[in-house]
Every structure is written in structure tokens, then in C-alpha cells.
């Protein structure tokens, strides 16, 4: 499975961005897809995933309502929409594919973009 993330960037505070995620060979029609990320210091952190089936997605209790996965199965890509960015979201964002029992379990990694907020 090769994943491709969008490059991220430098944002302001109070800023909109979205992440893409894209995969060759159908990879989310059949995978559960998920985002994580690892702030300066800090350990990886679940951002995020929503399921292949139903196509719900839940998210780590820190999002509380400020981002969004989503996605395009005919481009096989997703999407991880992030507002409201605070410096705090300053990280490495991670997308991959899994599995879900009882939670995520990722199982491939794509490669790390780095989204930056200044105050």
C-alpha cells in the first residue's frame, strides 16, 4: 500500500487547512483510513479515522468538533479537514490505513507532512 499525503504547511491561528490522502489500488474501499500526528516532543497522537463500510469516523477527544475526515472512494483519497488551528496542532500529520477492533489499529503508514500554526 503506497500513501501519499499533501504537503502541509504554515497557517495562522484561527486558520483552515486540509490534508489529502491518497492511495493506489482501491486502498479505501476495502481499509479503514486514519490520521495521526506527533507534535515537537510529544508522542504520536490518534487524530482520527473513518471506516470503509458505513464511512463514519470518530476522532480523538482532543478534536472536539474541529476537524473532519472525509472522503472520495472513485479517487480513492481522504481528506482531513482542520479548523480553528492553534499552535497547540503544530505537528507531524501522519494518514494510514488499519483496521478497527474496539478502536483504530493502523497497519501501513504514509509518509509525515508538517503543518506548522503560528500565534
Known amino acids: 500500500v503506497q500513501l501519499q499525503a499533501s504537503r502541509g504547511g504554515l497557517v495562522q491561528a484561527g486558520d483552515s487547512l486540509n490534508l489529502t490522502c491518497a492511495a493506489s489500488g482501491r486502498t479505501f474501499r476495502s481499509t479503514d483510513t486514519g490520521w495521526y500526528r506527533r507534535a515537537p516532543g510529544k508522542e504520536r497522537e490518534f487524530v482520527g479515522a473513518?471506516?470503509?463500510?458505513?464511512?463514519?469516523?470518530y476522532y480523538g477527544n482532543f478534536v472536539k468538533g474541529r476537524f473532519t475526515i472525509s472522503r472520495d472512494i472513485a479517487k480513492d483519497t481522504v481528506y482531513l479537514q482542520m479548523n480553528s488551528l492553534t499552535p497547540e496542532d503544530t505537528a507531524v500529520y501522519f494518514c494510514?490505513?488499519?483496521?478497527?477492533?474496539?478502536?483504530?489499529?493502523?497497519?501501513?503508514w504514509g509518509q509525515g507532512t508538517l503543518v506548522t500554526v503560528s500565534s
Open positions: 494510514s490505513v488499519g483496521v478497527y477492533k474496539g478502536r483504530y489499529y493502523p497497519t501501513s
Open positions: 473513518i471506516k470503509h463500510g458505513t464511512g463514519g469516523s
